[in-house]
């Protein structure tokens, strides 16, 4: 399955999912030389504790990076980098950094004649009350999801200059996103109020529902991405829809605990998503991909083996 993995770039490889697929790399190919490309705007070197690789230190959209790669063999690129916090209105500056970073490392990828795998959102669909298929996308509601939507359509117009796979991940949590502060999933950060023998508070009357999906289950679908049928963007969720208050349920099982939730009303009722749920039919007809966790399944391992031991 991974007969060339043997030279791999990483980029965005200290943030979240970034650095759980980089310590992932290293633990399956010892031998393979990983390179990660980052500028640490807004991750941690400590999700990289352990990394036995190179680090390039730069944002992607700046081109002087790039002399690195004249001589050098790369097998696969994995581009995980982006401005991810949706809050970040300066258009320009989204745009710039997702899509001309992109941009960059297509034109890598056909030079090197390595797969890309990389990063797309669900937040290119906007607001759907319904399982949604890849082909709903280009609604996005704030510049993050549109400058997604834009990588998607410009990774298209190199499918046939070599393979190109993105995944449009849904609501991802998982161990080494705590430097994320208030970006962070709302599992982790209801998880933290219940341990603090707080109630958790969650918007009335906590049946708005999320496809939640664990990291483990993300890095292992972007391990297999590189074998899809073709080029193509995949949704990555569960394929199911999980409320917060069973999510509630899950943290107190995780954390033995009966917390009741608080809840209150949500000032962003106009424009707030009560619903997202992906269509995995397509991803897995590409990849054979499918999840090992549920979402309590991965709530349950996430809180038992990494939160809880903090």
Request: hydrophobic fraction near 40%; charge should be positive.
């Amino acid at each position: 399955m991974f007969p060339h993995m043997k030279n791999v770039l990483v980029t965005g490889g200290s943030g979240f999912i970034g650095s759980n697929l980089v310590m992932e790399l290293q633990s399956r190919f010892p031998e393979a030389f990983i390179t990660v490309l980052e500028d640490f705007r807004s991750s941690s070197f400590k999700n990289l504790l352990g990394f036995k690789g190179d680090i390039l230190a730069f944002n992607c959209a700046d081109k002087s990076w790039m002399t690195w790669a004249r001589g050098k063999k790369l097998d696969i690129i994995y581009h995980m980098a982006s401005i991810t916090d949706t809050t970040i209105h300066d258009q320009k500056l989204m745009m710039n950094d997702n899509v001309e970073g992109f941009r960059n490392i297509l034109e890598l990828g056909v030079e090197k004649k390595a797969p890309v795998i990389y990063a797309s959102s669900a937040a290119t669909y906007g607001t759907i009350d319904r399982p949604i298929k890849e082909s709903d996308a280009g609604r996005a509601n704030n510049i993050y999801g549109y400058s997604k939507w834009i990588m998607d359509q410009l990774a298209r117009s190199y499918y046939g200059k070599t393979r190109v796979v993105g995944l449009r991940f849904f609501n991802v949590f998982g161990p080494k996103e705590d430097f994320k502060g208030h970006a962070a999933s709302m599992i982790y950060q209801l998880c933290l109020q219940m341990m603090e023998g707080k109630r958790p508070r969650i918007f009335k009357w906590g049946e708005q529902k999320r496809d939640h999906i664990y990291v483990k289950d993300v890095v292992s679908a972007a391990l297999m991405a590189h074998t899809s049928k073709q080029s193509t963007v995949m949704n990555l969720g569960t394929g199911r829809a999980t409320s917060f208050n069973e999510i509630v349920d899950a943290l107190n099982e995780a954390l033995g605990t009966s917390l009741k939730p608080d809840y209150f009303d949500n000032p962003y009722a106009s424009f707030y998503q009560n619903f997202t749920q992906a269509d995995m039919s397509h991803h897995e007809a590409m990849t054979g991909f499918r999840c090992k966790f549920a979402t309590r399944e991965g709530i349950l391992d996430y809180v038992r083996n990494h939160l809880a031991k903090k």
